[in-house]
């Protein structure tokens, strides 16, 4: 498998949902349908419960973005 780039844009996590905002594309995964993600060096994985899980890329500090998502995802519960 080749990992392809389909869009650049920003990523959000808010308390209710996981937001990106693309030049091509806007993507919104309510906190609730996010079953699982797991941080890399260089991006995100969002396991959701169904559908494509979308990975996120980029020159950012996902360990920080995880720790956000984890934290929203926990009040959601």
């Known amino acids: 498998d080749v990992m392809t780039q389909l ?4 990523l959000y ?7 990106f905002d693309g ?7 309510p906190l609730g349908k ?4 797991t941080v890399f060096k260089d991006g995100l994985q969002v396991e ?3 559908g494509k899980d979308p990975y996120f890329l980029g020159t950012s500090d996902w360990e920080l ?8 995802a926990r009040k959601t519960r």
């Open 13 to 19: 996590i808010t308390s209710k949902r996981l937001f």
């Open 65 to 72: 973005a995880g720790a956000c998502l984890d934290g929203a």
């Open 7 to 10: 869009d650049t844009g920003t």
């Open 34 to 37: 996010i079953s699982n993600f």
């Open 48 to 50: 959701k419960e169904t």
């Open 23 to 29: 030049a091509k594309k806007n993507v919104s995964i």
